[in-house]
């Protein structure tokens, strides 16, 4: 009798790890590409710094997975940051190209120092040209800046909205993070919904990249029965100091 239990448990122990590892191999690993619009523009100086550790810390975070998820480890995550601003014309930079997480190099100033004016359309419309390129599944666009256009030579309001329309088509996330900046007008008129857009403190930024990197993460492991669609909710708008920044400028 003894034997015959012994024999039981050890073939639903069997049985466990089967299905376990069934369900891994029916899992295919999930890619998820970040592409980061980051404004070098003169008016960013006072808060570059930050701005460029927040940057980093997402980076560093999207890299990470939680335990506590099934399938979350199987996430490939890889980070594109681009910076402009406009002196002549639109200035586009990649500084850093699909880098895995566990090969990012910090950005630093050396590489890109703030300048120029504000070509905010021009430069959506080569961020999604980027993307585009690429041709992820999953893609998270994340707009930084502190400022309205006022430089863009190629593109309008109407086309930079079709180029971010076309994006979400595809399933892709874009989101406008306003940097001690809280008029959402540009983002309003290109269609980015108030849900996606949220105003930040400078001193939160860090916070708020890290808190976008987890939920960029949820929205790359999602399956298309269960999305999960990157949004700011009351508690993200705490932690970036929202009202502060509102306050700040008069609003």
């Known amino acids: 009798m003894r034997k015959l239990l012994l024999a039981a448990m050890a073939l639903t122990v069997s049985l466990s790890v089967a299905s376990n590892v069934q369900a891994q191999i029916g899992h295919k690993p999930a890619d998820l590409n970040t592409y980061i619009l980051l404004d070098r523009t003169g008016s960013m100086s006072s808060m570059w710094a930050e701005a ?24 490939n995550t890889r980070v594109t940051l681009a910076v402009f601003d406009a002196q002549d014309g639109l200035q586009f930079n990649v500084l850093r190209d699909k880098v895995a997480p566990l090969n990012w190099q910090d950005v630093t100033n050396a590489e890109a120092s703030p300048r120029g004016m504000t070509p905010l359309y021009d430069a959506i419309g080569q961020i999604i040209a980027t993307a585009s390129k690429d041709n992820p599944k999953k893609a998270v666009i994340v707009i930084m800046t502190d400022g309205q256009e006022n430089a863009s030579r190629e593109m309008t309001q109407k086309t930079a909205k079709a180029a971010l329309d076309a994006a979400k088509k595809r399933g892709w996330e ?41 939920k960029s993460r949820d929205y790359g492991v999602a399956e298309p029965a269960a999305p999960a669609p ?3 909710d009351a508690e993200d708008r705490a932690a970036a100091k929202e009202e502060a920044v509102k306050q700040k400028q008069g609003q």
């Open 174 to 214: 874009v989101v406008f993070l306003g940097a001690d900046f809280s008029n959402f007008s540009d983002a309003n008129g290109v269609g980015i919904e108030r849900t996606k857009s949220m105003a930040v403190d400078k001193s939160a930024l860090g916070e708020t990249m890290q808190r976008l990197a987890k």
């Open 52 to 75: 460029l550790s927040s940057v980093n810390a997402y980076a560093e975070n999207v890299g990470k997975s939680d335990p506590s998820k099934p399938f979350d480890r199987h996430l």
């Open 230 to 232: 990157v949004t700011f």
